[in-house]
């Protein structure tokens, strides 16, 4: 079983339209999880950090279920500039470090004017 | 507007030839690391280090390829010698507290 599991997508979308995927993780003792963003041809950046009592971001919203082991990502009002891939990132450490990072294969997303 | 730079952006070589790439970590940061992302696997991770020492290389086939950190400012990853399946996006990203900084990466073609 891989560690972070996403749905490769691609996940095509009317502009304006809410749109959510999650992405489960195998290791029930990861400690902390992220969502990155990668653009065709560019490097992943963080896109944010996804807190036991979920957050919110403008438009995203990111939750994190422990018992079932999954996070999701949810974004409101999607506009064309959305069109990325969205990594699932796990971190099986406690220390707080920037080692142990995990990431997903990636989710890609698709708006459509 | 610190950030990790690599260099080459891109690079085309023949089966058999050694390839360099060198990555600038952001300054401050203790830990550097390089990943590999290919369409079929993703990002996978090739090797780390903190505080430029080598902690985990596992994801490195280690006959052909090295990684090194001879200081603060300055990660190499090589390759000896190149085959095509090596073809690829090699990133270097350097972190601190739970967040990894991505260079733009080196594009790899082996021919």
């Known amino acids: 079983r891989k560690e972070v599991e996403q749905d490769p997508g691609p996940f095509n979308v009317p502009e304006g339209a809410t749109v959510a995927f999650n992405c489960t993780y195998s290791?029930?003792?990861?400690?902390?999880f992220f969502w990155y963003r990668q653009d065709c041809r560019k490097e992943p950046k963080l896109l944010m950090s996804v807190y036991s009592s979920g957050n919110e971001d403008g438009r995203f919203t990111a939750q994190l279920n422990r018992a079932s082991q999954y996070i999701s990502l949810l974004i409101r009002d999607s506009k064309l500039s959305d069109s990325a891939t969205y990594l699932c990132?796990?971190?099986?450490?406690?220390?707080?470090?920037?080692?142990?990072?995990?990431f997903g294969k990636g989710t890609h997303l698709i708006i459509q004017p | 507007d610190a950030r990790v730079t690599q260099t080459p952006r891109h690079k085309v070589t023949e089966m058999g030839q050694e390839v360099t790439m060198r990555c600038q970590p952001i300054l401050g940061h203790n830990t550097v690391f390089w990943y590999r992302q290919t369409m079929m696997q993703g990002l996978e991770l090739l090797a780390y280090?903190?505080?430029?020492?080598?902690?985990?290389d596992s994801g490195m086939p280690k006959d052909r390829f090295s990684a090194e950190m001879p200081d603060a400012t300055l990660a190499t990853l090589k390759i000896q010698p190149s085959e095509p399946r090596d073809s690829a996006v090699y990133f270097c990203?350097?972190?601190?507290?739970?967040?990894?900084?991505f260079g733009p990466g080196t594009r790899l073609t082996v021919l």
């Open positions: 990132v796990v971190n099986m450490l406690s220390n707080g470090g920037a080692d142990g990072l995990t």
């Open positions: 990203a350097s972190g601190s507290w739970g967040e990894q900084f």
């Open positions: 290791n029930s003792a990861s400690q902390s």
């Open positions: 280090f903190r505080n430029r020492a080598p902690l985990d």
